[in-house]
């Protein structure tokens, strides 16, 4: 596995639940992930692959990550 593709599938994942978050480049893995859904993967590269979105919350959002060595938690905060 790769540690920067579970980074940015799992903040991917943390995007897609905030309805003001808007994913304006992702890339797929070309071959089966195992740690997560068909789909719901976001492939990273420095130089050519790379996941982006847009805030149109009107708000300053936190980004925070954490790991236990096993799992990946990451958590979006609005800073009004």
Do not use: W
């Amino acid at each position: 596995m790769d540690g920067n593709c579970q980074i940015s599938t799992t903040l991917y994942n943390a995007v897609l639940t905030v309805p003001s978050l808007v994913v304006t480049e992702r890339h797929a893995h070309s071959n089966y992930v195992p740690y997560i859904p068909k789909g719901k993967d976001a492939a990273v590269a420095y130089g050519s692959y790379d996941l982006k979105f847009r805030n149109d919350s009107g708000n300053d959002v936190k980004i925070t990550a954490s790991t236990d060595g096993a799992t990946v938690t990451t958590t979006l905060l609005s800073i009004k």
